[in-house]
T-cell receptor
Framework: GNSVTQMEGPVTLSEEAFLTINCTYTATGYPSLFWYVQYPGEGLQLLLKATKADDKGSNKGFEATYRKETTSFHLEKGSVQVSDSAVYFCALSDSDFKTIFGAGTRLFVKA | DSGVTQTPKHLITATGQRVTLRCSPRSGDLSVYWYQQSLDQGLQFLIHYYNGEERAKGNILERFSAQQFPDLHSELNLSSLELGDSALYFC???????????????FGPGTRLTVL
């Protein structure tokens, strides 16, 4: 079945550091890929998405590129801020009405 | 604010009891999804309803059931509660339901269930 694997956390960075959170997936067909973010005490919210191979999703300085050849959708940001501290979830959505989430990666950004 | 509301925000109950969690989707959204988030198992998809009909089932226990009403709000019923059912329960909604692709979901703030 379909699955999503993302790097384990927590990830601890200093402010202005470069962020990468790895995400790989297994899926039949051509799923859409998403990154969701969950701030403390809140529900998940969509950060960015990509619906086909080579698409790049971007939002709030975060980027991720849909790489079909490596089945990956790594999240990157050039310079993180304290306010980026949250849990980040990689997810895929297929034609079977299900969205499958990764386990989540907690990010701590120190001032 | 995602536009998805969930009540109650917190719920504390005892083992063996039954509770009902309520979700109101965003205006215009026809799909409602339920998820369970626990520390040891991450975010688990439970069930999806579209316009009143069940569309997909995930790892939902037989002790749990859900329904979506004509006004599109949904309820998740949890019965014979066990300690391990303590978790955050999220509801999400989306416009689409005829295809899962490109299906952005909008999450509510969650209901924190504590079973003592």
């Amino acid at each position: 079945g379909n699955s999503v694997t993302q790097m384990e956390g927590p990830v601890t960075l200093s402010e202005e550091a470069f962020l990468t959170i790895n995400c790989t997936y297994t899926a039949t067909g051509y799923p859409s890929l998403f990154w969701y973010v969950q701030y403390p005490g809140e529900g998940l919210q969509l950060l960015l998405k990509a619906t086909k191979a080579d698409d790049k999703g971007s939002n709030k300085g975060f980027e991720a590129t849909y790489r079909k050849e490596t089945t990956s959708f790594h999240l990157e940001k050039g310079s993180v801020q304290v306010s980026d501290s949250a849990v980040y979830f990689c997810a895929l959505s297929d034609s079977d009405f299900k969205t499958i989430f990764g386990a989540g990666t907690r990010l701590f950004v120190k001032a | 604010d995602s536009g998805v509301t969930q009540t109650p925000k917190h719920l504390i109950t005892a083992t063996g009891q039954r509770v009902t969690l309520r979700c109101s989707p965003r205006s215009g959204d026809l799909s409602v999804y339920w998820y369970q988030q626990s520390l040891d198992q991450g975010l688990q998809f439970l069930i999806h309803y579209y316009n009143g009909e069940e569309r997909a089932k995930g790892n939902i226990l037989e002790r749990f059931s859900a329904q979506q009403f004509p006004d599109l709000h949904s309820e998740l019923n949890l019965s014979s509660l066990e300690l391990g059912d303590s978790a955050l329960y999220f509801c999400a909604s989306s416009v689409r339901g005829t295809s899962g692709r490109d299906n952005e979901q909008f999450f509510g703030p969650g209901t924190r269930l504590t079973v003592l």
